[in-house]
């Protein structure tokens, strides 16, 4: 799993059963991807689906911003 502290709170880029990772945000997935860095992206492009996400500004540009840790 990856997290970010996002301004409008934590962020979570989590596995899913079906071999893809979504981004997790107030305890609901909102979409997923077949990577985790297509999700990072996602996220840095503000196309989530979750307008708290999309609206934020201050996003990593990539995976590497985001901080990885074993579940």
């Keep these: 799993m990856w997290s970010y502290n996002s301004s409008a709170g934590p962020l979570y880029i989590v596995p899913l059963s079906d071999g893809t990772f979504g981004i997790k945000f ?22 989530t689906g979750c307008p708290e996400i999309d609206a934020l500004q201050d996003v990593p540009a990539d995976l590497s911003g985001w901080t990885y840790s074993p579940l």
Excluded: I, K, L, M
Aim: with cysteine; glycine share 10%; charged share 20%.
């Design 26 to 47: 107030g305890g609901t997935v909102w979409e997923s991807c077949t990577t985790p860095q297509a999700e990072a992206d996602n996220v840095f492009c503000r196309v």
